[in-house]
């Protein structure tokens, strides 16, 4: 059974960073292409950053320069680097295997004065 537990999540006044854990259990990590995610209140879930099994990344547009997503296969770990962080990415983050349905609890990220 697959389990993902994110952390790191908190309050962080605007241009702040945060650092984001998720850790997955139950699957073959190395074998998966992750992902962050994220669901502000009353929008759709969107996917912010993606690495693939060889480490290649994508970001989207709204958090292209200020994100960086890495991964550690050693420690099943998923890593969501957040600098220069804006009211509007506030938001409760995920991550996933891009391939699953697989969700964890998420973790609340909160950018505010």
């Known amino acids: 059974q697959v389990r993902l537990v994110e952390s790191g999540g908190g309050l962080v006044q605007p241009g702040g960073s945060l650092r984001l854990s998720c850790a997955a259990s139950g699957i073959m990590f190395r074998i998966h292409a992750m992902g962050w995610y994220r669901q502000a209140p009353g929008k759709q879930r969107e996917l912010v950053a993606s690495?693939?099994?060889?480490?290649?990344?994508n970001y989207a547009e709204s958090v292209k320069g200020r994100f960086t997503i890495s991964r550690d296969n050693t420690k099943n770990t998923v890593y969501l680097q957040m600098n220069s962080l804006k009211p509007e990415d506030t938001a409760v983050y995920y991550c996933?295997?891009?391939?699953?349905?697989?969700w964890g609890q998420g973790t609340q990220v909160t950018v505010s004065s």
């Open positions: 690495i693939s099994t060889a480490a290649t990344t």
């Open positions: 996933k295997p891009t391939s699953a349905n697989d």
